[in-house]
């Protein structure tokens, strides 16, 4: 009988490390073995702190509950992005998790909106989503049956420290201290054990590599190369700061554009995070930093910290006994949020695909080209913002407008530019509302719509725009102020002991 694999190795901590611990743990129990190699003595990028609804799945799946996790990690509650800037200086809209309107099977709702606007009937978009007007009022609660879609901004340090808690007493066995080499079976060229720099030696069966942006384990030791997609994605650098709290935190995250990137203001409970995303080539390091303090509201708490980062992915994320999570296997800048999201996935496929005592090349085949499709949308996604703009006031953006996009980007443009379809391919993230708010907020506008929209009179256009108004208006105003539902329901010690 073949060995089973049982002894798994996690190479690094951080949300990636303790997110793979928890899940393993929880799912997997005794069946196998856990050990996490981590030192207190390299830091954390530590500034993934807007997540996206998926979260809630990973969370529940854990058996988390919510209100304990919420004031733990000092998190607030999220409906969507605004975006500053975007599609030309002074003009905003916001993304929002929820789904605007309804729906019939031949069309999505846009197709009825884009009708109602060439009658005159049509307000803004926006005005047909929960989300957007409870975000714009700075409301919130929690409704029955998934009535409104949201995630969290959340402090990733304190995630990564409440997820450690609960890997451990699920049995994950943390090692301090850094990785000097990774050993490789002669014959196979496995992954045989973590050798310490203390001259400790980590045996396992199966490896997963946490280890950042330096992937010691799948980079260095396999030798699996990156794919750069940096001439899609030109922004290679960020600097990021922490500030105190200056007033109530709103239930979005703010993304504001400026001549070389964007700027992130994310609002914990206890401060708000903040960050400048940008292009060296355009915006040098002391530049930018001077521009994100310029641009701060509140008491600066923290230094600046420098990032630098190469857009794109590894070219396998899945090799020999090694799977690759986190920033190791790829990063794709944090605009929309996907970071944390594309940890979770990874893991719960790794979980759905388990090897038992032997590794199956189609097991590893079919997760690669998961995570890849993953991947390769959210990133499309992403170039869409920076490409669909009417901004030419700086070479950067320039170079935007004018940079060649993906076939698969140009095909979705096209098609919603001609009859405003949006289609989903598989299990993409991204659903038909996030591309058609995007898209309309960017400044896309159809040429036609699905003609089952003209079938309607004016009337009865009229009467079926209004009450989806209308009944989205009514709920948002029923709901409380954002920052007294998290007083009464998930504030943390720590800020009722500040306050």
């Not at 890997?167 to 994950?172: C, D, I, R, Y």
């Not at 045989?192 to 942006?213: K, M, N, P, S």
């Not at 979705?412 to 993409?428: N, P």
Request: with cysteine; hydrophobic share 40%.
């Amino acid at each position: 009988m073949q060995k089973k694999i049982k002894n798994y190795v996690i190479a690094g901590g951080g949300t990636a490390g303790w997110m793979a611990a928890a899940l393993l743990s929880k799912t997997m129990g005794s069946e196998i073995s856990i050990t996490l190699v981590e030192s207190e003595m390299i830091g954390t990028v530590g500034v993934g702190e807007a997540t996206i609804p998926p979260i809630l799945r990973y969370n529940n799946i854990l058996g988390i509950n919510e209100a304990e996790f919420m004031r733990e990690t000092m998190a607030t509650f999220k409906l969507g992005i605004e975006f500053e800037n975007w599609k030309d200086v002074g003009h905003k809209y916001l993304h929002s998790f929820g789904h605007a309107g309804k729906d019939h099977w031949t069309a999505g709702f846009q197709h009825f909106w884009l009708a109602g606007k060439k009658r005159g009937i049509s307000t803004d978009y926006g005005d047909y989503c929960l989300e957007v007007l409870a975000a714009n009022q700075n409301r919130f609660a929690q409704l029955p049956d998934n009535g409104i879609n949201y995630a969290y901004h959340l402090d990733a340090s304190r995630y990564a420290a409440f997820l450690r808690r609960f890997a451990e007493k699920h049995g994950v066995v943390r090692r301090e201290g850094k990785i000097g080499d990774v050993r490789l079976n002669a014959e196979t060229g496995n992954i045989e054990a973590l050798q310490l720099e203390a001259d400790d030696v980590i045996e396992g069966d199966f490896f997963i590599d946490c280890t950042g942006f330096r992937s010691l384990l799948m980079g260095k030791a396999l030798h699996v190369g990156y794919d750069d997609w940096s001439h899609y994605l030109p922004c290679d650098s960020a600097v990021a700061v922490q500030t105190k709290s200056v007033g109530a935190p709103v239930p979005y995250t703010r993304s504001i554009a400026h001549a070389e990137g964007w700027q992130w203001r994310i609002p914990l409970q206890h401060r708000t995070g903040n960050g400048l995303v940008y292009c060296e080539r355009y915006l040098d390091r002391d530049e930018a930093a001077e521009r994100l303090l310029a641009n701060v509201e509140g008491e600066i708490l923290t230094d600046p910290l420098h990032i630098r980062f190469q857009t794109g992915a590894r070219r396998k994320q899945w090799h020999k006994n090694c799977v690759v999570v986190g920033l190791a296997g790829g990063f794709m800048e944090p605009l929309e949020s996907t970071s944390i999201h594309l940890i979770q996935k990874s893991i719960m496929r790794l979980v759905r695909l388990l090897p038992t005592t032997h590794l199956v090349d189609a097991d590893i085949r079919e997760f690669n080209d998961q995570t890849f499709e993953d991947m390769i949308t959210i990133r499309d996604f992403l170039i869409l913002h920076y490409h669909v703009t009417e901004r030419r006031d700086s070479a950067f953006w320039r170079f935007c407008a004018e940079m060649d996009i993906p076939d698969s980007l140009q095909q979705k443009i096209d098609l919603f530019c001609e009859s405003a379809r949006v289609f989903r391919k598989g299990e993409e993230l991204f659903a038909e509302n996030s591309w058609t708010q995007v898209m309309l907020g960017q400044g896309l506008e159809p040429k036609s719509y699905h003609p089952i929209a003209d079938k309607m009179t004016d009337d009865e256009l009229t009467y079926f725009l209004n009450q989806i108004k209308t009944d989205a208006s009514r709920m948002a105003a029923r709901l409380p102020k954002h920052e007294d539902y998290i007083s009464q329901y998930c504030a943390s010690a720590d800020v009722m002991e500040m306050a």
